[in-house]
């Protein structure tokens, strides 16, 4: 994508000058005569770059520098100020009043154009746009998500559990106002009580569950997802090949309890969508990578003409994107599904404090 610049300059030959020696690099060149038709251009084109004249009549460069670095969405824009020669009072201002770099005049074309190269080139402004932007995305959806996830646990509690609990008092009342019925019916009458509080204990037990996967603390990410997996299995009569390598217990802990979760809910569809009779599950570390490959042998994923719906898989991609990580899910070539996840063991986490 081609660079936007703002070259800002009261001074015709110099705007020449500048405009000649970038133009054949191909940005898009702006030009401004003035600090106001600067303010206005910039607000128009959020410029990858301005290039800013400090002398200038009426507003001079650094009140121009100042009022950019006060306008929403221009604080970050990059900005290079062009100074006298060796003016180290007028830097010190540009500076002040935000300045990023300076190139003096006259102007040394190849030093000129190696530092607009450089910093279009990083192209930070708009890489800190986006990134903004993704994060303010992930944060909605991860509150939209934690909304979902309260829902769920209030409709379980209401109407599972409510249910269940209302229906026990009820017999307890009915038992207590009829204390003369023959023992055969008592024992019987309290066997169904014990039997519906067995169940609500059960149900209160799967929710806690899901809430937090107490079997990571208890038994560790390699044992915690074999286990998953045979109980998985045991269930849904979908043998799981499992394989895991031994150095994933030094993970972080939040690595754990993405991995975890995504386990589940890659096997959990591949129970309810991949009419499947067999699944592998793979952690391996690679040099910079954990990455987890779920598969199956299933019909694979529906040709995307219908929108899916569930929330499953964008729950999946948000806890390894947390990361910086990647979820891909696609059909296989020979068919069933392949998902993977690829968590970046990057300097700076805790893992590699913990190696090092
Ligand atoms: N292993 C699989 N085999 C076939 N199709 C799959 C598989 N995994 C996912 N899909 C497809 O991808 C869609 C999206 O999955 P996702 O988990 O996001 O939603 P869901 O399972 O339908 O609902 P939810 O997870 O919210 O209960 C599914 O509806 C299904 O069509
Ligand atoms: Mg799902």
Redesign the pocket.
């Known amino acids: 994508m081609k660079s936007t610049i703002l070259i800002v300059d009261d001074n015709a030959a110099s705007r020449d000058t500048l405009e000649s020696a970038l133009i054949e690099q191909g940005y898009h060149l702006h030009m401004a005569e003035n600090g106001q038709q600067a303010l206005i251009q910039a607000e128009e084109l959020h410029p990858d770059l301005i290039l800013l004249d400090v002398m200038m009549p009426g507003m001079d460069g650094f009140e121009v520098c100042r009022r950019i670095r006060a306008t929403n969405g221009l604080e970050e824009v990059p900005i290079i100020m062009i100074t006298a020669l060796d003016d180290n009072a007028s830097r010190l201002e540009g500076i002040e009043s935000g300045a990023d770099d300076f190139i003096s005049k006259p102007f040394d074309l190849q030093e000129l154009r190696a530092r607009v190269r450089t910093i279009t080139r990083l192209n930070r402004y708009h890489t800190l746009l986006e990134q903004r932007e993704s994060l303010r995305d992930m944060a909605q959806r991860l509150v939209s998500a934690e909304e979902e996830e309260r829902m769920r646990i209030s409709r379980e509690l209401h109407d599972e559990l409510g249910q269940l609990l209302a229906a026990e008092l009820m017999d307890i009342r009915n038992l207590q106002s009829d204390l003369t019925i023959p023992e055969v019916d008592l024992f019987e009458r309290l066997e169904k009580l014990h039997n519906q509080t067995y169940e609500v204990m059960i149900k209160i037990r799967r929710l806690a569950h899901d809430l937090r996967p107490p079997l990571l603390s208890a038994l560790g990410l390699k044992m915690a997802l074999q286990s998953h997996c045979s109980k998985f299995a045991s269930h849904s009569h979908i043998p799981v090949s499992i394989e895991i390598d031994d150095g994933v217990e030094e993970l972080p802990d939040m690595y754990h309890i993405i991995l975890y979760r995504v386990l589940q ?2 096997l ?3 129970a ?3 009419n ?1 009779s067999r699944a592998w599950v793979e952690l391996s570390l690679e040099d910079d990578h954990a990455i987890l490959t779920v598969q ?1 042998n ?5 040709d995307g003409k219908e929108k ?9 991609t948000e806890r390894v994107s947390l990361v910086g990580g990647n979820l891909d ?1 696609r059909s296989g070539k020979n068919g ?2 392949i ?1 993977s996840a690829s968590l970046p063991l990057k300097l700076g986490t805790s893992y590699n404090r913990e190696k090092s």
């Open positions: 809910e890659a959990t569809n591949i309810k969508h991949a499947a199956d299933g019909r694979g994923l529906p899916p719906n569930g929330i499953g898989v964008v729950g999946m899910l069933g599904t998902l």
